[in-house]
């Protein structure tokens, strides 16, 4: 098991805070109002915040502590898609100059750009949905104006949202203090960029040819395999994508959505006890979530951007575990760190590779810590996890 992420949470004592898509959402433990003939939740989560919604209604059919803020690792990628990506035509080509992929975290997971060479910019979003490479990230950053500009418009989109969990620090989702998200932010981004054919299309994508170095000899450029590192795409049923995300600092964590007889579901889990775990709890959510159609009540919504906010009473607490989200906090202004300093470098490496296994391309993880204190989600004197 690795090392336990840190949730970053309220004083022990405070009273809920009025929570975005209504006051259920904000209170502890799982939430969900089942009618008659509903099928009993899976009995064996560990996530310490998952959500199960349906993407065209935004009706949320259960949740467990979906506003507890956590980090959110290379799901926050969703995020700098949904900002970045309408900006440039997948067709432009972009020489990639050598200080677009410096200053890189050590141990990122990367696609393999080099520089000097030229890459179409749907190559270039390959790289980030299916590889999550944190070099792709930066050469778009640095096309859309440079790592601090792009944060600074990530964080104004994910206000524009209403996306009020989320600090973003890094671009990528590499490990930073400071930057969290949460359960029912993931979903909102991930519901707003399934709203754009490429972002779906990147995101369904399972395995495409990346563009490589150039010969020496012939002087031809050559390619190579890369493959998509979400370990359901292609074997959940229906499932369209999203992204997943892991480091041994922040855990692991999953966006999917899936459609099955005219219905769309999003489900997110972040943090659950092992890395494996965040693939079967997601496939259990939304199995639950299909067989549950219209025999559960709704115990909140996501909202859409640009509707009020303001929390709509929608019952009593289903649950005492969890905990409520916290008072923000002040925004950081750093954009790119590496991992903690008193980490070795083995784990640092596992830190920021992102997602864990993965195929081509991807940085293998391959240390495994010791959860100090599996239980324990509110660590108030730790630093709060970074992300990649």
């Keep these: 098991m690795f090392a336990a992420p840190v949730a970053v949470a309220a004083p022990p004592g405070s009273p809920p805070a009025a929570s975005v898509g209504g006051d259920r959402l904000g209170l502890p ?10 099928p009993a939740l899976p009995g064996d989560l560990t996530g310490q915040s998952w959500i199960v919604a349906d993407a065209a209604s935004g009706e949320v059919l259960a949740a467990s502590n979906p506003h507890l803020r956590l980090a959110p690792a290379s799901t926050l990628k969703i995020l700098f898609a949904d900002t970045v990506l309408p900006k ?9 100059a050598p200080e677009e992929i410096q200053g890189i975290g ?24 299916l590889s999550s490479g944190n ?11 440079g790592v601090q500009q792009t944060v600074t418009e990530m964080q104004a989109r994910a206000e524009a949202l209403q996306a009020r969990d989320t600090r973003v620090v890094s671009p990528d989702g590499y490990d930073s203090d400071g930057q969290v998200s949460s ?13 754009n054919p490429d972002f779906r299309s990147y995101c369904a994508t399972r395995d495409a040819m990346f563009p490589g170095a150039v010969d020496r000899n012939t002087g031809q450029r050559g390619s ?11 074997k959940y049923p229906g499932l369209i994508g999203v992204k997943n995300g892991f480091t041994t600092n922040a855990g692991s964590t999953f966006v999917g959505a899936a459609e099955r007889d005219g219905r769309t579901l999003l489900v997110t889990v972040m943090h659950p006890t092992t890395y494996q775990k965040v693939y079967d709890e997601t496939a259990a959510l939304l199995d639950w979530g299909f067989a549950a159609a219209g025999k559960v009540a709704p115990v909140g919504k996501l909202v859409e951007e640009g509707e ?21 906090h002040p925004s950081p202004t750093a954009t790119d760190r590496s991992a903690p300093a008193t980490a070795p470098a083995a784990a640092r490496a596992a830190d920021s590779a992102g997602d864990g296994p993965g195929p081509v391309g991807r940085v293998v993880v391959g240390v495994v810590l010791t959860a100090g204190g599996a239980g324990a989600v509110l660590l108030l004197n730790r630093r709060r996890a970074a992300a990649r």
């Design 308 to 328: 009020s906010a303001a929390p709509t009473p929608t019952g009593q607490a289903g649950g005492t575990a969890g905990a409520p989200a916290p008072p923000p």
């Design 135 to 145: 070099d792709a990230v930066h050469v778009l950053a640095h096309m859309n104006g």
């Design 183 to 195: 359960a029912y932010d993931l979903t909102l981004f991930a519901r707003a960029g399934l709203r």
């Design 106 to 129: 050590a141990g990122s997971s990367l696609v393999g750009i080099k520089e000097d060479l030229d890459y179409r910019v749907e190559d270039l979003w390959r790289g980030v949905f």
């Design 29 to 38: 433990g799982v939430q969900v109002d089942p009618l008659a003939g509903a």
């Design 88 to 96: 440039f035509d997948r067709n432009t080509v972009h020489r990639v």
């Design 224 to 234: 190579f395999g890369i493959a998509n590192t979400d370990r359901l795409l292609g």
